[in-house]
Every structure is written in C-alpha cells, then in structure tokens.
C-alpha cells in the first residue's frame, strides 16, 4: 500500500513538473512576435482533473511583462468577455514586452456556472492563495499561479465583476501597500489613467507570511505592482461593462509603453479608500432598499429579510456616509453574506 501512495505521490509530482516546465519553456522561448496557447493539466488526488488555460503574447520588442487574469469567478462573464476580445486584438507587431493571459481561471466553476466555489472540490479559487502543490485542485491551480505566473509579472491584474447575486458599480482598486512604496505607487498611477471614475485603495495589514488568499493580495504580497477592475454585475454582459475593461487595459498598456493608443484619465476621477461591510446573521429571503452607486447616510435603512412566510427576521442599517459599491441583489441570503459594501473617502 505505502508503495503504492509513493507512486501516486511521484506521479502527480511529476505531472505538475512537467506543466511548470511547458509554461516556462513557452515563456522563456527567444522567438517573438508570436502568441502561444497552452493548457496546464492539473490534478489532485481527490480524483479531479482539469487544466489552466494561458496566452503568451510576446510583442516585437522585448519590455515588460503584463499578466491579465479572467474569471477567477466563473460567473463573472464581463471580464472573460473582454478578455476574449483583447486576446484577439493586441497586435503583437505593435506590442513591446510580454502580455500574459489567463482568460478562464476556474474552468469547472465557468462550465458549471457556479458563482464563487469551484464545483470540483468546493474551494474558492479567490481564497486559496498563495495555494498548495499538495493540495486539491483549485489549491494546485492556485499554487500554480502564484509559482510561475506572478513569478514572472511586472504588472498582474486580476478583473473581476459582480457575479450572480451581486449589483456592482464599476471601479478599479489597488492596495495601499507602504512596505513597498514604488509598487504602490505605480499601482495608483495604473488606476488613475486607466479611464474608471472610481479609485478605491485598500489598506494591506497582512505580513509577509500570512496567506493573501486573494489572486491580487498574493502579487502585492510578492512584490509586484498588482492591481484589480471589477466591472459588470449579475453575471450579464453589456457591451459597456466589456468596453470599460479593454479601454482600461489599453490605458494601462499605453502608461506602459508596451502599446500605443490610450484614452488617458476619466476627467472626474472619485477616490475612495474606507470600506465597511454589513453582514447578515440569518438565512432568509433579501429586500434591498438601495442599489450600487447610491450614496447612504449613516443610519439609512438598506435592507431587511424575513423568512419564508414574511416575517421580518433582520434590518439592515448604514454604518456611515458612503457610495454603496456592490450589494446583494438577489432574494436569498445566508448567515454571514455581504449584504452591502460601503466606501468613502477618509483623510490618512
């Protein structure tokens, strides 16, 4: 039996071996212009098989190198939408550096369209950083990226949208890591051209050795100018929701100076960096009162739910002044679900 295991263990090694090595051949190859598409299989011992899809998009020139990240959600379309859209536009005689793209990050979640958890093994994928090579396979994929993709990033951006039950208001985000202020900087600056209207910054309390668990946390943990788009809501797909992301991109290449073209800043840029969170300690049936974009005052009734007969089980209230960023916006709500994000602007 134990030499069994060992040569269980040995194979399933070997296998993440070997797709280490595909990327990095790939990556590492002299010739360019050129894209190539690869496929890394993954499995675990669970019995779950799959692969991680990946671009690599190398321009005429050599220069730095930008990782795109999609649907880390599976429910999140905006972002896979658009990343599909870029994939075939970026004209590589015109592209200096390396654009690396991964245009569906949970494959099962996407095929199974599952908000949030990873069907196969029940793990959120933007949980899971920095990953286990142990590990199940959403911990393998995650490992993975942050190994070899983030590894090699200049830049990583990892897009995001309101994903089945959520309204969203689309902003672009950062974190206000001062442990590394070039970093950081260049993040804001990323953010700022990149033609959203909302700025929001995060603070970054965590150590070096605590887990990020989020795909951006754990590029920010690592040194790297990471950023995040979150764009779309519900799961729908708009062309403005899509449009919104290819021009950010394309703003940020532009600051770049991996592409020409640009738009440049949106002209009235709003910058938030305080956030609550309002929770529910019931399971029931959800009212809003309010929608993403809607400014609230502190103490602003924003939603209640009852149980399935209508009684009231639980009021919702402001915490304070804010633009509401995303929010619950379907019926059904569990114990400890966000009903309801806040952000404002406070001095620092």
Do not use: W
């Amino acid at each position: 039996m134990r030499l069994v295991l060992s040569c269980l263990i040995i194979m399933l090694v070997t296998k993440v071996a070997m797709s280490q090595n595909e990327f990095q051949k790939a990556f590492n190859a002299p010739s360019r212009p050129g894209v190539q598409n690869i496929r890394i299989s993954l499995s675990d011992n669970q019995g779950n098989s799959g692969h991680l899809p990946i671009s690599i998009i190398k321009g005429k020139r050599k220069g730095p190198v930008f990782t795109i990240v999609a649907g880390v959600h599976g429910f999140e379309y905006p972002p896979i939408v658009a990343t599909q859209a870029l994939m075939k536009e970026i004209d590589t005689q015109k592209l200096k550096g390396t654009i690396i793209v991964i245009p569906v990050a949970s494959l099962g979640a996407f095929y199974a369209r599952t908000p949030f958890i990873s069907p196969e093994d029940q793990v959120n994928l933007n949980n899971a950083f920095p990953g286990s090579p142990d590990g199940s396979i959403t911990q393998k994929k995650a490992d993975f990226i942050t190994q070899n993709i983030i590894a090699v990033s200049d830049v990583f951006l990892d897009i995001h949208g309101g994903d089945a039950p959520e309204d969203l208001l689309p902003f672009i985000c950062y974190y206000n890591n001062t442990k590394r202020p070039t970093q950081t900087a260049m993040a804001k600056q990323l953010c700022e051209q990149s033609g959203f209207q909302y700025v929001v910054s995060y603070g970054y309390t965590i150590a070096d050795t605590d887990p990020a668990k989020y795909a951006f946390k754990q590029a920010v943990q690592d040194g790297k100018t990471a950023l995040s788009i979150e764009s779309g809501k519900l799961g729908n797909v708009t062309k403005e929701n899509v449009d919104l992301i290819k021009k950010g991109v394309y703003n940020m290449l532009a600051v770049m100076k991996m592409y020409p073209g640009g738009t440049g800043a949106h002209p009235n840029i709003v910058y938030r960096n305080d956030q609550s969170y309002v929770k529910s300690t019931v399971q029931g049936i959800f009212y809003p009162k309010f929608k993403a974009g809607d400014t609230v005052k502190k103490g602003d009734l924003i939603g209640y739910t009852t149980d399935e007969f209508g009684v009231l089980l639980e009021e919702y209230k402001a915490p304070k002044d804010g633009i509401i960023l995303y929010n619950l916006a379907t019926p059904p709500i569990n114990v400890n679900s966000t009903v309801m994000c806040i952000s404002s602007y406070e001095e620092k």
